[in-house]
């Protein structure tokens, strides 16, 4: 009983410090963050306790941010492109990783690296600037794009101000570096298949196809439903490239949710607690989806 | 290894110590210090002005004791978000500069103009200056400069294909459409031509072309700001002219309506493929830029590729937007820049700031204005650009120049009227129906807007 | 690791032209996607060397010979001699953020790991929770905390602790330490070691690859981090990279090259930290916790 009851506080003790940062930093936010959606938006005004208080208890409003929002055409189309972008973004990154994972497999060590850097290192730039320089490869006239197809004699479109190939524009902006992460970590999980198997399948004379086929890629599972979470969970907010490129346009067809997000909270007036609704029923949606996910992982683990 | 178990408890402390001292003291230094602390945000206004802004602020400090003034820049792209965190978190500057936004009024946080001008003062700005900053009948910032859209033309262009710029800058509409069929030239008779008499663009935050709509007599709000009047014969009028420009005389680029400014602007200054564009005046200033590029890069003997890859340097002239018969043509302006002083507890700092906004905007200050293109919002700075060649003339249009209304709801109010107006341009949509669904919509928005400010007070 | 390519016996027999033609198809593949990635920076690269007039024209004029620093100079300029302010800054404070939050990260992933407490489980959760909350829904309420609970608007701390607390770097340590056996520290502990040096002597060690992993990324999110300083911070001389190039971006669409010379700079470090720390990478990426 002692020993038990000292090892919970030894436990407390290491998780404090990052504990105590979280605490005040992040999960005070989100507290609050989750009041707001359910109080009409006012100035937080916090100079002492009294104003907390009163925040807390008037301005409720109960659900009728909730229901503003789910009453906004805007936060449909929002919805429509996020899971559109998500759709297609997950199964690309993941099933472009693992091609290229696989494709490096026969090659030697050195150029193992040198590719898995080539494609990974990218990735690390950060958003805005890889945002800002498709922008740029995009214009219309003066981008590198239309250019190049130009000189093959073909008319290129207005990638980001045509509102029918505008979010497949972001997305393929977006896919070039997404499969970045998902190289690194296959390759991985591939050098931990045991030899055995392998040299199991290669005895009964698999060609390489069957190989993958029947032998590594059920066992790349786990990692494969990895990458998918992350990466859903990643689609589901996307706002940067959005934010850089198009602002949500034309119309709203680049608009998702977390631009939605957005727009609610810093371009429209007196919509704050929209912002705040919209958040959390996001994070519920994300969180369902990452939810019955973890659970499909867990029961796949064993093999 | 005890003294490093030791630590570990103790290091959560100390960490929430240094947080509580760190935030003590600063109260504490808050309480002793004397000086009154103005914090003002404006944005990046250009070099010069800046460098302006910099030397009044030093200033102000010296000449009036135990007052510091803390300024920040603003960037245009991510200042509205930034004053807006610090405005909703309880944390607003005192000063700012462009900074009015309705939500801020409604919220009331901002200090009215009213009764801080005098009857003098009042009648020194421009009536629409002062009208950019109403709302509801009281005036929430102080007016500083005006902007207004004009129309660029391209004297070369005019003088190849034979063609008289307007006379004194003005002309009607029919005139207008006359010297438009004869700039627009199709050399090999394709059917595509080569240069076109104008091109035309609509989008959110966008105005170029409404200037063309307001000389019909288009009116957006009531004055009130509850209903939306913009479905009118008037307005009918002005985009169907818009329209038979680019689909029935051809003589606007095809195009125009889905076009952006900055590409209106690109085929102007470096395609030249039309002879007219409506810009901001800020284009005359840069287009003065690039000629003078142009023309060093010359003189320096870069030689190859010269004539068509580095540009010609264009002999241009401005005119007003034109006008329906005997008519004043008026001028359309994005915006009027201003200062507002956030609700102030400390009479004291109340009047310092007043103080402070009122010797931005007036006397020096509006001289400053000539370094950046801008246009002044009093009377009394005069015509700054008297001596331009160009721009002389201009000063009294701008000074009426037709502001777009003050409204919270306006960045969707635009957002909506402006896809209509693409749509009816591009032919997708019948423009009757174009406007009146326009006028629909931002009507539901007023609406919902007054519906949920009455359920909230 | 398992030589995949040892069970391949390439160019022995004749039916090896069928693999050699795949093993080609798979290169080109490879080889493809490798010019796709790197060509948009390799076009930032150019970008940032070319006067930014030369980019204005309809047609680019690149020519090496016009290659300068011209644009880099404009952005030194510009930023009003600050910029190498601006650069220490932000090396500074993702420094502190990057070795403070690996610390942090591997006491509590142990913790989460490997000690028993009740509730342990449920504030795991919460801490993983926050993570699909987005940012613009926090950010008013943080600055309410930061600047009117804790006074710390406009200094280098609001920016850091914020950062420190992120549990992304927790998530890492704890499935890496899952995979740890227990009879390390079993061991370690029946030879009488407190808890907090078995952590030191036997976890930390042991758990290198997801560490140098955690300080990496750490580094390289705050390098990046751009609304939470731009909000918080007010004077010029304390803002951090980002923010400052942030005011180099108005009016963008006329100034390319500006904005890509401004770019590059704030991206040597990523890649400079990728040259140094490319194996570390790649082996804190390589452990089973992560897939399962």
Redesign the interface.
Known sequence: MRTSSRKSLWGYLFIAPHLSLFLVFLFLPVLLAFLLAFREVSVIRFEGSADFFRFLVSDYIGWRNFSDAFAEPVFYSALRNTLLYTLVMVPLSVGLSLLLALLIIPLNERLQGLFRGAYYLPSMFSGVILALLWRWIYEPKNGILNLALDALGVQGPNWLGDPKIALASILVSAAVYAPGLGVIIYSAAISRIPDELLEAAHMDGASTLQKWRSVVIPLLKPTTLFLVVINTIWSFQVFTSIYIMTRGGPGDSTTTLVYFIYDLAFKQVGRKGEAAAVSFILFAMVAIVAFIQFRMLRSEAEY | ??R??RS??V??IV??GV?GA??CA??SVGEQAKPIVI?FWDY?RGTDLNRWEEEQIAWFEQTHSNVKI?A??L????G???L????????PPDVAGSAL???YV??G?IEPWDDLLSPEDMADFYPTALNACTWEGRLWAIPWYKTAYIMMLNLDLFRETGVEPPKGHRWTWEEFLEKMKQLTVDKDGDGMSEQYGIGINFY?EEFESWAFLYNEGTEILSPDGRRCVFDSPETLRGVENLYDLVHKYKVALSGSG?M?Q??TW?VFT??WRIAATCQGLWSVFAQRRTNR?IEQAAQRGESD?AGV???RIMDFDVALFPSSGTAEPILASAGVGHLVIFKQKDPEKKKLCVEFAKHMTSGDSQKMLATQSLFPARRSAGDLYEHDPILSFVQPYVAKAKVHPLH??W??IDRTLS?QLQLAMLGEKPIAEAIRDGATQVQALLDR?YE?RRE?R | MVQLNELREIGTRPTDWAKNLRLSAASLILVLWALVVFLPLAWMGICAFTPNENLLFTRPVIRFEAFSLDNLRSVFRRSNGLFDNWLFNSFYIALVVSIGSTFLSAMAGYSYAKMRFPGRQVIFWILLATLMVPYQAIVIPLFVVVNNMLRLADSHWAIILPQLAAPAGVFFCRQYMKTLPSDLEDAARIDGCSEFGIFCRVILPVSRPVLAATAIFTFLWSWESFFWPLVILRSEKRFVLQVGLAYLQDNSLLSPGYLMAGALAASIPVVLFFIVFQRQLTKGFSFGGLQG
């Open positions: 290894m005890e490093i178990k570990l408890i290091l959560p960490c929430l947080l760190a935030g600063r109260q914090q990046q803390e920040t820049r960037a245009w792209q991510s509205p978000e930034k807006d965190v610090a405005v909703f978190s309880g944390n936004n309705i939500a409604e919220q946080l959110p889905a952006r900055y590409e690109d470096n395609e590029r590729d890859l580095r540009g919270p709801e960045v969707n896809k807007y949920r909230r």
